[in-house]
């Protein structure tokens, strides 16, 4: 079964084609971000007009590169959420569209669900059941996956995500957006030890995180180096390894608790932050330590892709799952409740 999967629920447009025999034949990208740094953030109507610009383009991209015409599509997966609403619009309206002039099944896809199965993609991929780290722009979650569709949150963060984190790091420090590769750079160049930042929520049991106090620690200590007057280069540098080390270590902490508490042995972790070389690097030595392995997406797969929503479209239209007439968009929805209103196995 080939599936054309489209991604537009912020400010990258992916598209790509996967096929349920041979795998991933195509993807493109377009990334929206530097139309939005002036902005400092994601301007929603922006988003969503750029989506309507790259959309139509990508698509013809992807089917040329893999060979293909539309005719030959027996499906189209698209995100319908969650996220900007008038962004997830432009990608449900369009596989909608298309898929009813082809008369083939389209399917409205969880956006984290894509991140989640996006080590799927790989060569080897993770058999399940696992436990997953989902760490993105505006998740920090754990999850526990029995099997496509079977999902259970282990615990997620109280307040801020650790994307989230790393961004608004990156705004103290006057490092550009998104500030997770930024920070990272930075870090590369600091004192290992020099500072040490508190370990959310690790003093005490269960499987929740906060990122909130671990930003204000930042930035206090960002303004008394300040008043110091010792807010060098290398000062900055310094507290980007020190923030940098406490998320990693924070994250592996609880990863480790998770993995006790279900008995697995193996860990996927994806979102955007799973582009982390040291938290990918960490991990993997203490995952290693303990007989666990560790599964991530690609490095292009670990931010906002299609090749993760055709995956995941594709294993679920396989099973066959279709949206039926209406187009369906929304832009919170918890991954427990994956089936939205109204929903019907076909
Ligand atoms: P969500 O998936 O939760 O809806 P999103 O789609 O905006 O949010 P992603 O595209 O998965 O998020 O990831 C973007 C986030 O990943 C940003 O917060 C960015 O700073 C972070 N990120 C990207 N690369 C790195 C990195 N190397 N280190 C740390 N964080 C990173
Ligand atoms: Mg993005
Ligand atoms: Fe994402």
């Known amino acids: 079964m080939r599936v054309l999967g489209i991604e537009t629920s912020c400010d990258e447009t992916g598209v790509a084609l996967y096929d349920t025999d041979r795998g991933l034949l195509s993807d493109a990208l377009y990334s ?26 990508l698509i013809d991209t992807v089917l040329c590169e893999a060979g293909l015409t ?8 698209y995100t319908a959420g969650p996220g900007l609403v008038g962004a997830l619009m432009v990608g449900a309206s369009t596989a909608h569209g298309m898929a009813r002039a082809l008369g083939i099944p389209v399917l409205g896809v969880h956006h ?8 799927m993609l790989e060569e080897t991929p993770p058999e399940f059941p696992f436990v997953a780290l989902l760490v993105s722009g505006g998740h920090t979650q754990l999850i526990k996956v029995e099997g496509i569709g079977q999902y259970t949150l282990l615990g997620e963060s109280v307040d801020d995500a650790a994307g989230e ?6 705004k103290m420090l006057s490092l550009p957006y998104p500030g997770g590769p930024s ?10 030890g020099r500072f040490r930042f508190p370990r959310p929520m690790t003093d005490r049991p269960g499987l929740d995180f906060s990122f909130s106090g671990l930003k204000t620690h930042t930035l206090t200590t960002l303004k008394t180096l300040e008043s110091n007057g010792t807010l060098d280069e290398q000062a900055r540098a310094d507290v980007a390894w020190a923030f940098e080390d406490a998320v990693v270590d924070t994250l592996a902490i609880k990863c480790r608790r998770a993995l006790k508490e279900t008995g697995y042995t193996r860990l996927v972790v994806a979102g955007g932050v799973s582009a982390n070389r040291r938290l990918r690097r960490y991990l993997s030595d203490v995952m290693t330590k303990q007989s666990a392995h560790v599964f991530y997406p690609d490095l292009r797969f670990c931010t906002d892709n299609g090749a993760m929503i055709a995956l995941a479209g594709a294993l679920r239209m396989k099973a066959g799952e279709h949206d039926h007439a209406t187009m369906f968009t929304t832009p919170r929805w918890p991954l427990a409740e994956l089936h939205p209103p109204g929903f019907q196995k076909a």
């Open 32 to 57: 929206q971000v530097a139309m939005h740094a002036d902005f400092g953030g994601v301007v929603p109507e922006l988003a969503s007009r750029d989506h309507v610009r790259k959309l139509l383009p």
């Open 70 to 77: 539309r005719s030959e599509l027996d499906g189209i997966a």
């Open 112 to 119: 984290m669900e894509g991140h989640l199965l996006a080590p």
């Open 165 to 170: 984190a790393f961004d608004k790091v990156a």
């Open 183 to 192: 920070v990272s750079k930075l870090a590369e160049s600091g004192t290992e």
